[in-house]
Nanobody, 115 residues
Framework: QVQLLESGGGLVQPGGSLRLSCAAS????????MGWYRQAPGKKRDLVAS???????NYIESVKGRFTVSGDYARNTVDLQMDSLKPEDTAVYYC?????????WGKGTLVTVSS
């Protein structure tokens, strides 16, 4: 059974940093693309960053230069380093992993950016 477990959310002041981590388990295969979505209150879930094995990270415009996604496909983990956080980054962040044509999701971790 495929499971994605996120950690690292919390409350941070504007300009601060957080690191989210996600570990995927439940398969002997390596995942394809992994990454992160986020969903702010009252808004739809949006892709924030993704990374494929051996590839570079892809980001939405609003987080470029502030967020860094990294994947370890030998361990099936994906992290999101978030720097220079802004109040508009407040959201529930969801890890995802693609495997054999199916996208799997974590349960989400809340990030709140507030003074």
């Amino acid at each position: 059974q495929v499971q994605l477990l996120e950690s690292g959310g919390g409350l941070v002041q504007p300009g601060g940093s957080l690191r989210l981590s996600c570990a995927a388990s439940g398969t002997i295969f390596n995942y394809n693309t992994m990454g992160w979505y986020r969903q702010a209150p009252g808004k739809k879930r949006d892709l924030v960053a993704s990374i494929a094995p051996g590839g570079n990270g892809n980001y939405i415009e609003s987080v470029k230069g502030r967020f860094t996604v990294s994947g370890d496909y030998a361990r099936n983990t994906v992290d999101l380093q978030m720097d220079s956080l802004k109040p508009e980054d407040t959201a529930v962040y969801y890890c995802f992993a693609d495997l054999l044509g199916t996208r799997y999701w974590g349960k989400g971790t809340l990030v709140t950016v507030s003074s």
